[in-house]
């Protein structure tokens, strides 16, 4: 999981990184705590599962078939005007199907 907005792709952060000048350790640091990873071993990785995502103020968990397998808590998480949600599998392939984003009930908010 990773906070993009004010991680990985917080504006002066690309622009280094465009640049090829090489991080600071305090900027290095701060990245790792805008991430976090967790091992998830299935039992069958052949079978279909349930993933969830939720993001509530500034922590994002996700849960496999109703299991809690991580939670993610910093400040890009919880900005009000969050228009992306990104899948990305690094180290296996993985299909995704029937995908949905709701929103909050009764946030009045259209989709």
Request: overall charge positive; aromatic content about 6%.
């Amino acid at each position: 999981m990773m906070d993009a907005k004010d991680g990985f792709f917080r504006k002066d952060i690309c622009e280094k990184r465009d640049a090829g000048v090489e991080l600071d350790k305090e900027t290095q640091k701060m990245l790792k705590e805008k991430s976090a990873r967790f091992d998830l071993k299935l039992r069958n990785p052949e079978e279909w599962h349930t993933l969830t995502v939720r993001t509530a103020g500034d922590s994002l968990t996700a849960l496999v078939d109703g299991k809690k397998i991580g939670t993610l808590q910093a400040s890009g998480i919880a900005h009000e005007t969050k228009t992306l949600v990104s899948l990305t599998t690094n180290e296996a392939d993985i299909d995704y199907d029937d995908f949905v984003i709701r929103g909050k009930r009764g946030s009045g908010r259209k989709r």
